[in-house]
DNA sequence: CTGAAAGCGCTAACAC
DNA sequence: GTGTTAGCGCTTTCAG
């Protein structure tokens, strides 16, 4: 069975395929009744237009690309989430990048993103280097990055701004007099890491203290667990903060099998709120990172740059939501 | 900054498009000094070539369908994690489509995706009736599911057989006479909870008893938690079995609030394993599905059958892990 | 209101 | 070896 064209469309509703064409285009120029023939001869052929030919011939694609870690799939999957609800309202398809360490690098996805001549890319990645978006904007392609605050001509971004998170959420702790405060890292977020770093180091420095206690987990241990047994045998703060979820269970754990009661002795908090933070006991502190919107913002942004040829707000900064449970004083 | 085409090529290299088309598509019949001098100029040009025009006259895309639900996405991120990798190693693009409960049917993903010619479609979802599939047959696209078992001419299919894991795991328990066991339902994904159904009332029927503890979460409960606390308070079962670990640390967590000992007196399994029942404590036991191969099989199966034309085997069942923790004895 | 024809950028016979 | 040319399926002036 050859796939039928615009051709064989026009031939059995005798007419031309310039107004076949125009029909399935919703074109208001056409008489009724050869709207109606021509959409009888559709129906009856099954016939679909072609997207890879009305995409040559009209220079878009309706498809924008999306670029994620492959890592923490979790908080990912609600940013891809959030990101095709709103693609879907104006119609886009996306196809979906991910950049495996070691395996696919970002330079070989721009590549084949400039080939495909997707409307627009969205970027959400921390090994995310500026020459690479340059190239990107070389071509105009229309830019929109998740997680890093920055842009220009061709690039906007939607962002949390965990620097100011950290700072507030540490400052209200060393008002209270409360120093030992004890941040652990994230190898597979180091931009985040840095930023949350660098909110903490301000929030000491504002309390003429410095921030001392980064827990870098080393590369040969298989999990962050088992390192932070091994660390809180000999170390011991009045408030540990943790990126992920797992790390702040570890945590939690550890403390148990040490007798460290939660929060008495031990707070614990986590950046990134996740539904098994409540079903832990006790159940611990964290922040909602609105990460659904931060998907559904960006896509929503590139439809604007891609639409409004005025100037738009370029920056979004979106905000988390404070959430204290049990392991919090 | 207009963007650069095949013919710019030419024209800056002094040789015909034909020449330059079969640079870039590395023929081996084209003179050295020829093929530097093309070289250079898409060098020196940036040319890339258009993805969407070469997709016209190949009547190929290189790129394949993925369609997913939205929800629980943990379990889907690593379905889609093993898809897109060896989607990598064969060049494919992936375009993704997620069905969203009363916004995004089947029926409009089908549309698109027949109207953007993709070399085949990857569908993991229950909400999966025929009907549709036969319309993308009727299109000769070719299709792998994943999570029910089916093929024929062009469908192949990869999955775990539910009912004969939950069919060993109950008839163990029978066996040693332990009967009261409970299933608790997930109303987000039917079809699997429709296998692990069968397979336990299977394995009753087969010890001469009937499986009676189904228990099915009102849609008015905002979470299982809520109505497992419910619950529990008028019933006692030995062993119960969840389907996400939510459910089944929301298990734990009332039972831990009702001084139930775990698993002296109530055993909890899980089928979908997760980091997090290793977290919970006690650890909480599950089966290892293989979330990831389900994803990285299927886009295999996929590019054998878009390749070789001979019969290849069109369904693959991939076996599953016990891994025994805590929570059972 | 409708048709004819010129592309969109690239590939693939078919000549030379 | 390399160039010419006819599509791939659709959109869009430009005539009529």
Redesign the pocket.
């Known amino acids: 069975m050859?796939?039928?064209?615009?051709?064989?469309?026009?031939k059995e509703a005798?007419?031309?395929?310039?107004?076949?064409?125009?029909v399935?285009?919703g074109?208001?120029?056409?008489?009724?009744?050869?709207?109606l023939k021509v959409q009888e001869a559709v129906e009856k052929l099954g016939?679909?237009?072609?997207?890879?030919?009305?995409g040559?011939?009209?220079?878009k694609t309706t498809t924008i690309a999306l670029i994620v870690p492959e890592a923490s799939f979790f908080y990912t999957g609600q940013i891809i989430n959030g990101f095709i609800d709103v693609a879907k309202i104006y119609k886009y398809n996306i196809v979906l990048h991910t950049t495996t360490e070691g395996i696919t690098e970002m330079g070989d996805i721009i590549e084949t993103i400039i080939k495909s001549h997707v409307d627009g890319v969205v970027i959400f990645n921390d090994k995310l280097n500026k020459e690479e978006l340059n190239i990107l904007t070389r071509y105009q392609v229309p830019i929109v990055v998740i997680g890093n605050r920055m842009s220009d001509e061709t690039v906007g971004s939607v962002y949390v701004d965990y620097a100011k998170l950290i700072y507030d959420f540490a400052s209200d702790y060393l008002d209270r007099g409360i120093n030992s405060i004890a941040l652990v890292e994230d190898r597979k977020n180091m931009a985040m890491i840095r930023q949350l770093r660098d909110g903490l180091e301000k929030a000491f420095a504002d309390h003429g203290k410095q921030f001392e206690h980064y827990i870098a987990i080393p590369k040969e241990y298989r999990s962050s667990y088992l390192y932070l047994q091994e660390y809180m045998k000999t170390n011991r703060h009045q408030l540990m903060i943790t990126y992920r979820d797992s790390q702040a269970m570890a945590v939690l754990n550890t403390a148990k099998e040490m007798g460290i009661a939660v929060p008495e002795e031990l707070e614990i908090a986590c950046i990134l709120d996740s539904k098994y933070l409540a079903m832990a006991r006790p159940q611990i502190t964290g922040f909602k990172i609105p990460d659904y919107d931060l998907g559904a913002v960006a896509m929503r942004l590139l439809t604007k740059m891609l639409h409004d040829d005025d100037v738009v707000e370029k920056e979004c900064e979106l905000s988390y939501i404070y959430t204290p449970r049990k392991s919090t004083k």
Do not use: F, G, H
């Open positions: 050859k796939r039928i064209t615009i051709y064989d469309v026009a005798d007419v031309s395929l310039a107004t076949v064409s125009r399935i285009n074109s208001e120029v056409v008489r009724e009744d050869t709207r016939y679909k237009p072609n997207a890879i030919a009305q040559l011939a009209l220079q």
